[in-house]
């Protein structure tokens, strides 16, 4: 049912967040910072890696086995995350200083809550992408004479490609970002995916290859700048607190973004059509992020020395 299936997204969802940060955090203060953005662009472009191979392997296992095996079997698979995390995980120093606790005069820091923002807006726009690409796709090839169940099937298999193509764009925003600046690379990406996200929802009807195209220059541009802010997070809070300011941008990032999936799909249901849930991630996308312009008259979001 709804609510137990909501409680067990909600578990995952906590693990999720407490793998993520704590990895971004490692990669960032292991990498050399003139390369740190690409550093953590190669973490964060396996994490979407992941992400898209699970569409497609739901595709696959759909059919063969419904949509409880499929669920079963995904699960399975990520069990094995835990022993390859505890052998990855040996002859990492383990960080010594003060007793653990939330310190919330990171938000006294102008760029750092701009960068969280900004942020917010991204997993925003992410979240509405990746929980609603396969359904519009289903909905193109149900118009294009597929069952219900085809639909859905094959929409899985075509989110997977769609949004695999996240996982360069990742990689390549990070390594940008090392180059430009990280509050330029940001806006661009930002205003970039806003764009598309904003008239995406009309290409229902639009031919087969522009979808897939345009969908695939969407997907790069909204993971691009996921490395950015990540990685001027842990450049932007003072050493001691990056801990605090990583649990403020999770809590953030993934409490509100999380709420995006949601408003799409109110504005589908109040009869926008197909426009309504994209034009809902692209606006809040883009303004969120707007606030970092603000940074370029001030210093660029990136910083090489920690000392």
């Not at 990669?27 to 740190?36: L, M, Y």
């Not at 919330?104 to 726009?125: C, D, F, K, M, Q």
């Not at 597929?146 to 490609?161: C, R």
Request: charged letters at 10%; glycine letters at 14%.
């Amino acid at each position: 049912d709804v609510i137990t299936g909501s409680l067990l997204r909600v578990i995952a969802g906590f693990g999720l967040a407490g793998v993520y940060m704590p990895g971004v955090r490692l990669v960032a203060q292991s990498s050399d910072p003139a390369r740190r953005g690409t550093a953590v662009g190669l973490y964060v472009a396996a994490f979407y890696l992941g992400g898209s191979l699970s569409f497609l392997a739901t595709g696959l296992l759909l059919e063969p086995f419904g949509w409880r095996g499929a669920a079963v079997i995904l699960g399975a698979v990520a069990l094995a995350a835990v022993p390859i995390a505890t052998i990855s995980s040996r002859g990492i120093p383990e960080t010594t200083g003060e007793r653990a606790h939330l310190d919330l005069r990171v938000l006294r820091n102008g760029p750092l809550v701009r960068t969280i923002t900004a942020y917010v807006g991204h997993s925003w726009e992410l979240f509405i992408i990746r929980a609603w690409l396969a359904a519009f796709l289903a909905a193109a090839f149900a118009l294009r004479g597929l069952s219900p169940t085809d639909a859905s099937a094959t929409a899985s298999q075509w989110a997977a490609l769609i949004l695999a193509l996240g996982v360069p764009g990742v990689f390549v925003g990070g390594w940008l970002s090392d180059r430009v600046g990280r509050t330029r690379a940001a806006l661009l990406y930002a205003l970039g995916s806003g764009a598309i996200s904003i008239g995406f929802g009309t290409l229902l009807f639009a031919p087969w290859p522009a979808i897939v195209g345009i969908g695939g220059i969407y997907a790069a541009l909204v993971a691009a700048d996921s490395a950015v802010y990540s990685t001027a997070v842990t450049e932007l809070a003072p050493a001691a607190r990056i801990g605090s300011a990583q649990a403020l941008q999770a809590v953030a990032g993934f409490g509100i973004g999380s709420l995006g999936p949601i408003v799409a799909g109110i504005s589908l249901d109040l009869g926008s059509g197909w426009i309504g849930p994209f034009l809902v991630a692209g606006i809040v996308g883009i303004a969120a992020a707007l606030p970092l312009a603000l940074g370029l008259r001030e210093r660029p979001l990136i910083t090489f020395d920690r000392t």
